[in-house]
Protein backbone atom coordinates (compact mmCIF):
# COMPACT_ATOMS: atom_id res chain seq x y z
CA UNK A 1 0.00 0.00 0.00
CA UNK A 2 2.68 2.55 0.91
CA UNK A 3 4.44 1.66 -2.40
CA UNK A 4 1.43 2.10 -4.47
CA UNK A 5 1.13 5.88 -2.72
CA UNK A 6 4.67 6.72 -3.08
CA UNK A 7 4.61 5.74 -6.99
CA UNK A 8 1.28 7.93 -7.09
CA UNK A 9 2.91 10.45 -5.57
CA UNK A 10 5.81 10.49 -7.99
CA UNK A 11 3.53 11.01 -11.07
CA UNK A 12 4.55 13.24 -13.91
CA UNK A 13 2.08 14.94 -13.59
CA UNK A 14 2.56 15.87 -10.13
CA UNK A 15 6.07 17.53 -11.48
CA UNK A 16 4.48 19.67 -13.48
CA UNK A 17 2.07 20.89 -11.32
CA UNK A 18 5.11 22.35 -9.65
CA UNK A 19 7.22 23.52 -11.95
CA UNK A 20 5.00 26.88 -12.84
CA UNK A 21 5.23 27.64 -9.17
CA UNK A 22 9.24 26.48 -9.19
CA UNK A 23 9.86 29.08 -12.69
CA UNK A 24 8.27 31.61 -10.52
CA UNK A 25 10.57 31.09 -7.23
CA UNK A 26 13.39 30.74 -9.94
CA UNK A 27 12.70 34.71 -12.03
CA UNK A 28 13.00 36.10 -8.78
CA UNK A 29 15.78 34.81 -7.26
CA UNK A 30 17.44 35.13 -10.82
CA UNK A 31 16.87 39.02 -10.13
CA UNK A 32 18.60 38.44 -6.90
CA UNK A 33 21.42 36.76 -9.13
CA UNK A 34 21.98 40.10 -11.16
CA UNK A 35 22.42 41.96 -8.25
CA UNK A 36 24.99 39.26 -7.11
CA UNK A 37 26.84 39.50 -10.55
CA UNK A 38 27.02 42.90 -10.04
CA UNK A 39 29.50 42.77 -7.16
CA UNK A 40 30.80 38.88 -7.84
CA UNK A 41 31.83 39.08 -11.65
CA UNK A 42 32.03 42.90 -12.28
CA UNK A 43 33.50 44.13 -9.27
CA UNK A 44 35.50 41.11 -8.01
CA UNK A 45 34.18 41.74 -4.70
CA UNK A 46 32.79 38.66 -1.77
CA UNK A 47 29.58 41.18 -0.90
CA UNK A 48 27.76 38.53 2.09
CA UNK A 49 25.04 41.50 3.16
CA UNK A 50 22.88 40.11 0.55
CA UNK A 51 21.52 37.71 3.03
CA UNK A 52 20.51 40.89 5.27
CA UNK A 53 19.54 43.27 2.50
CA UNK A 54 17.02 40.52 0.59
CA UNK A 55 15.41 40.44 3.95
CA UNK A 56 15.13 44.20 3.99
CA UNK A 57 13.56 44.47 0.97
CA UNK A 58 10.71 41.65 1.80
CA UNK A 59 10.26 43.48 5.20
CA UNK A 60 10.21 47.04 4.35
CA UNK A 61 7.55 46.14 1.56
CA UNK A 62 5.22 43.85 3.91
CA UNK A 63 5.64 46.57 6.55
CA UNK A 64 4.69 49.16 3.97
CA UNK A 65 1.52 47.26 2.54
CA UNK A 66 0.44 46.02 5.83
CA UNK A 67 0.35 49.81 6.40
CA UNK A 68 -1.87 50.40 3.05
CA UNK A 69 0.82 51.71 0.79
CA UNK A 70 0.70 50.97 -2.62
CA UNK A 71 2.65 47.80 -3.36
CA UNK A 72 4.22 49.35 -5.92
CA UNK A 73 5.38 52.05 -3.59
CA UNK A 74 6.54 49.85 -1.40
CA UNK A 75 8.72 48.34 -3.34
CA UNK A 76 10.04 51.25 -4.42
CA UNK A 77 11.16 52.41 -0.97
CA UNK A 78 12.58 48.55 -0.59
CA UNK A 79 14.83 49.24 -3.41
CA UNK A 80 15.94 52.28 -1.77
CA UNK A 81 16.34 50.57 1.56
CA UNK A 82 18.51 47.89 -0.17
CA UNK A 83 21.04 51.08 -1.65
CA UNK A 84 21.60 52.56 1.59
CA UNK A 85 22.41 48.90 3.02
CA UNK A 86 24.76 48.41 0.19
CA UNK A 87 26.11 51.94 0.57
CA UNK A 88 27.15 51.42 4.53
CA UNK A 89 28.89 47.99 3.24
CA UNK A 90 30.98 50.14 0.81
CA UNK A 91 31.77 52.98 3.71
CA UNK A 92 33.03 50.63 5.59
CA UNK A 93 35.36 48.78 2.96
CA UNK A 94 36.77 52.01 1.40
CA UNK A 95 36.61 54.16 3.95
CA UNK A 96 37.17 52.36 6.81
CA UNK A 97 39.78 49.88 5.10
CA UNK A 98 37.82 46.71 6.41
CA UNK A 99 38.25 43.64 3.62
CA UNK A 100 35.42 43.49 1.93
CA UNK A 101 33.94 40.09 2.59
CA UNK A 102 33.98 41.45 6.70
CA UNK A 103 32.19 44.84 5.72
CA UNK A 104 29.38 42.53 4.04
CA UNK A 105 29.66 40.32 7.45
CA UNK A 106 29.03 43.22 9.49
CA UNK A 107 26.27 44.79 7.54
CA UNK A 108 24.30 41.85 7.37
CA UNK A 109 24.97 41.28 11.39
CA UNK A 110 23.59 44.77 11.78
CA UNK A 111 20.65 44.29 9.32
CA UNK A 112 19.35 41.82 11.64
CA UNK A 113 18.07 43.65 14.46
CA UNK A 114 17.08 47.02 11.64
CA UNK A 115 14.77 43.87 9.85
CA UNK A 116 13.52 43.13 13.22
CA UNK A 117 12.64 46.59 13.96
CA UNK A 118 11.08 47.29 10.54
CA UNK A 119 8.12 44.04 11.18
CA UNK A 120 8.71 44.77 14.75
CA UNK A 121 8.28 40.75 15.57
CA UNK A 122 10.26 37.98 13.71
CA UNK A 123 7.93 37.59 10.75
CA UNK A 124 4.99 39.66 9.50
CA UNK A 125 2.12 38.55 6.72
CA UNK A 126 -0.20 40.93 4.38
CA UNK A 127 -3.68 40.45 4.90
CA UNK A 128 -5.81 38.73 3.41
CA UNK A 129 -7.07 40.26 0.23
CA UNK A 130 -4.85 43.30 -0.51
CA UNK A 131 -4.04 43.55 -3.90
CA UNK A 132 -0.42 42.43 -4.95
CA UNK A 133 1.66 42.85 -7.73
CA UNK A 134 2.73 39.00 -7.10
CA UNK A 135 0.64 36.16 -5.48
CA UNK A 136 1.38 32.51 -4.61
CA UNK A 137 -2.39 31.67 -5.78
CA UNK A 138 -1.73 33.51 -8.81
CA UNK A 139 1.42 31.67 -10.32
CA UNK A 140 0.83 33.02 -13.73
CA UNK A 141 0.42 36.17 -13.38
CA UNK A 142 3.57 36.54 -10.92
CA UNK A 143 5.45 34.96 -13.84
CA UNK A 144 4.96 37.62 -16.24
CA UNK A 145 4.81 40.33 -13.81
CA UNK A 146 8.32 38.79 -12.48
CA UNK A 147 9.33 38.12 -16.26
CA UNK A 148 8.86 41.83 -16.86
CA UNK A 149 10.70 43.30 -13.83
CA UNK A 150 13.38 40.89 -14.65
CA UNK A 151 13.82 41.84 -18.69
CA UNK A 152 13.54 45.57 -17.83
CA UNK A 153 16.41 45.38 -14.86
CA UNK A 154 18.38 43.39 -17.54
CA UNK A 155 17.49 46.31 -20.17
CA UNK A 156 18.51 48.80 -17.44
CA UNK A 157 21.75 47.15 -16.51
CA UNK A 158 22.94 46.43 -19.85
CA UNK A 159 22.60 50.14 -20.59
CA UNK A 160 23.89 51.83 -17.76
CA UNK A 161 27.41 49.30 -17.81
CA UNK A 162 27.88 50.94 -21.34
CA UNK A 163 27.81 54.45 -19.82
CA UNK A 164 31.03 55.54 -18.77
CA UNK A 165 30.35 55.57 -15.45
CA UNK A 166 29.45 51.85 -15.48
CA UNK A 167 32.44 50.60 -18.00
CA UNK A 168 34.38 53.00 -15.10
CA UNK A 169 32.66 50.32 -12.75
CA UNK A 170 33.63 47.27 -14.50
CA UNK A 171 37.07 48.40 -15.30
CA UNK A 172 37.57 49.08 -11.31
CA UNK A 173 36.58 45.07 -10.95
CA UNK A 174 38.83 44.18 -13.66
CA UNK A 175 41.75 46.08 -13.28
CA UNK A 176 41.78 48.34 -10.49
CA UNK A 177 45.65 49.52 -10.81
CA UNK A 178 45.42 50.24 -13.99
CA UNK A 179 42.20 51.97 -13.28
CA UNK A 180 43.48 53.92 -10.74
CA UNK A 181 46.21 55.00 -12.91
CA UNK A 182 43.65 56.50 -15.58
CA UNK A 183 42.06 58.94 -13.11
CA UNK A 184 39.05 56.68 -11.95
CA UNK A 185 38.34 57.12 -8.35
CA UNK A 186 37.82 53.05 -8.00
CA UNK A 187 36.69 53.76 -3.73
CA UNK A 188 33.76 55.77 -5.17
CA UNK A 189 33.40 52.78 -8.15
CA UNK A 190 33.43 50.14 -5.71
CA UNK A 191 30.52 51.88 -3.22
CA UNK A 192 28.47 52.60 -6.09
CA UNK A 193 28.88 49.26 -7.10
CA UNK A 194 28.28 47.83 -4.11
CA UNK A 195 25.12 50.30 -3.50
CA UNK A 196 23.39 49.15 -7.25
CA UNK A 197 23.95 45.51 -6.25
CA UNK A 198 22.02 45.55 -2.71
CA UNK A 199 19.03 48.05 -4.66
CA UNK A 200 18.66 44.80 -6.91
CA UNK A 201 18.68 42.57 -4.19
CA UNK A 202 16.25 44.18 -1.64
CA UNK A 203 14.04 44.25 -5.23
CA UNK A 204 14.37 40.49 -5.42
CA UNK A 205 13.42 40.51 -1.27
CA UNK A 206 10.38 42.76 -1.90
CA UNK A 207 8.93 41.02 -4.61
CA UNK A 208 9.64 37.52 -2.72
CA UNK A 209 7.56 38.93 0.20
CA UNK A 210 4.82 40.11 -2.02
CA UNK A 211 4.64 36.34 -4.04
CA UNK A 212 4.46 34.56 -0.61
CA UNK A 213 2.36 36.99 1.12
CA UNK A 214 4.65 37.48 4.09
CA UNK A 215 8.37 38.45 5.58
CA UNK A 216 10.77 36.73 7.88
CA UNK A 217 13.51 37.37 9.40
CA UNK A 218 15.02 34.47 8.04
CA UNK A 219 14.31 34.27 4.87
CA UNK A 220 17.57 35.79 2.98
CA UNK A 221 19.31 33.04 4.86
CA UNK A 222 21.64 31.30 2.71
CA UNK A 223 20.39 33.86 -0.30
CA UNK A 224 24.37 34.32 -1.11
CA UNK A 225 24.26 30.79 -1.67
CA UNK A 226 21.63 30.55 -4.30
CA UNK A 227 22.52 33.70 -5.92
CA UNK A 228 26.08 32.17 -7.07
CA UNK A 229 24.27 29.53 -7.82
CA UNK A 230 22.48 30.92 -10.45
CA UNK A 231 25.19 32.73 -11.62
CA UNK A 232 27.16 29.75 -11.94
CA UNK A 233 24.86 27.76 -13.74
CA UNK A 234 23.92 30.45 -15.82
CA UNK A 235 27.25 31.27 -17.10
CA UNK A 236 28.50 27.27 -17.59
CA UNK A 237 24.75 27.16 -19.96
CA UNK A 238 26.29 30.15 -21.65
CA UNK A 239 29.57 28.79 -22.57
CA UNK A 240 28.30 25.93 -23.30
CA UNK A 241 25.94 27.28 -26.02
CA UNK A 242 27.79 30.02 -27.00
CA UNK A 243 31.52 28.41 -26.88
CA UNK A 244 33.24 31.56 -28.85
CA UNK A 245 31.50 33.98 -26.61
CA UNK A 246 28.90 36.57 -26.73
CA UNK A 247 27.97 39.88 -25.63
CA UNK A 248 26.93 41.03 -21.86
CA UNK A 249 23.34 41.23 -21.99
CA UNK A 250 23.28 37.62 -23.12
CA UNK A 251 25.35 36.43 -20.39
CA UNK A 252 22.96 38.78 -18.13
CA UNK A 253 19.80 36.67 -19.35
CA UNK A 254 21.53 33.97 -18.60
CA UNK A 255 21.99 34.66 -15.00
CA UNK A 256 18.43 34.54 -14.73
CA UNK A 257 17.91 31.47 -16.70
CA UNK A 258 20.61 30.13 -14.29
CA UNK A 259 17.82 30.82 -11.54
CA UNK A 260 15.14 29.18 -13.02
CA UNK A 261 16.86 26.15 -13.34
CA UNK A 262 18.27 25.73 -9.90
CA UNK A 263 14.49 26.06 -9.21
CA UNK A 264 13.26 23.32 -11.56
CA UNK A 265 15.77 21.29 -9.66
CA UNK A 266 14.34 22.37 -6.45
CA UNK A 267 11.18 21.31 -7.68
CA UNK A 268 12.25 17.88 -8.78
CA UNK A 269 14.19 17.53 -5.86
CA UNK A 270 10.46 17.66 -4.09
CA UNK A 271 8.83 16.21 -6.05
CA UNK A 272 10.89 12.96 -5.60
CA UNK A 273 10.08 12.91 -1.91
CA UNK A 274 13.46 13.75 -0.46
CA UNK A 275 13.78 14.74 3.05
CA UNK A 276 13.56 18.78 2.74
CA UNK A 277 16.21 19.06 5.38
CA UNK A 278 18.96 18.15 3.04
CA UNK A 279 17.88 21.06 0.67
CA UNK A 280 20.84 23.04 1.57
CA UNK A 281 23.59 19.85 0.86
CA UNK A 282 21.50 19.47 -2.53
CA UNK A 283 22.23 23.40 -3.16
CA UNK A 284 25.83 23.14 -2.03
CA UNK A 285 26.40 19.95 -3.77
CA UNK A 286 24.89 21.66 -7.17
CA UNK A 287 27.12 24.40 -6.51
CA UNK A 288 30.06 22.41 -6.23
CA UNK A 289 29.42 20.33 -9.59
CA UNK A 290 29.03 24.15 -11.78
CA UNK A 291 31.79 25.63 -10.10
CA UNK A 292 34.03 22.99 -10.94
CA UNK A 293 32.53 22.12 -14.51
CA UNK A 294 34.89 25.61 -16.00
CA UNK A 295 37.52 24.19 -14.01
CA UNK A 296 37.86 20.91 -15.61
CA UNK A 297 36.90 21.87 -19.14
CA UNK A 298 39.92 24.08 -18.71
CA UNK A 299 41.68 21.16 -17.28
CA UNK A 300 40.70 18.97 -20.09
CA UNK A 301 41.52 21.82 -23.16
CA UNK A 302 44.64 21.96 -21.34
CA UNK A 303 45.77 18.27 -21.55
CA UNK A 304 44.95 17.71 -24.70
CA UNK A 305 47.00 20.84 -25.67
CA UNK A 306 49.80 19.71 -24.27
CA UNK A 307 49.29 16.33 -25.46
CA UNK A 308 49.68 17.73 -29.45
CA UNK A 309 52.80 20.00 -28.45
CA UNK A 310 54.35 16.93 -27.23
CA UNK A 311 53.21 14.75 -29.76
CA UNK A 312 54.06 17.47 -32.13
CA UNK A 313 58.05 17.55 -30.88
CA UNK A 314 58.33 13.67 -30.88
CA UNK A 315 57.51 13.33 -34.69
CA UNK A 316 60.07 16.17 -35.10
CA UNK A 317 62.75 14.53 -33.34
CA UNK A 318 62.10 11.65 -35.04
CA UNK A 319 62.07 13.56 -38.27
CA UNK A 320 65.56 15.16 -37.26
CA UNK A 321 67.15 12.17 -36.21
CA UNK A 322 66.12 10.20 -39.95
CA UNK A 323 67.89 13.27 -41.94
CA UNK A 324 71.01 13.25 -39.55
CA UNK A 325 71.31 9.10 -40.14
Known sequence: MDLTVAASALRFGALLSRLPGGVAQGIIWGIMALGVYITFRLLDVADLSVDGTFTTGGAVTVALVFGGMHPALA???AVLAGLLAGLVTGILHTKLGIPAILAGILTQFGLYSINLRIMGKANIAIQRGTKLMLSLGAVPKAILVGGAFALVLIALLYWYFGTEQGSAIRATGSNPAMSRAQGINIDAMKVLGLALSNAVVALSGGLMA????YADINMGRGAIVIGLAAVIIGEVLCDAIFRKGTS???????VLVGGIVYYIVMSIILWL?????DLKLFTAILVAVFLAVPYLQAQRVSSFHNAGRQSAALRKAASAGKEGK
Do not use: E, H, S
Open 75 to 77: LLI
Open 210 to 213: QFQG
Open 248 to 254: FWVRLCF
Open 273 to 277: KLNTD
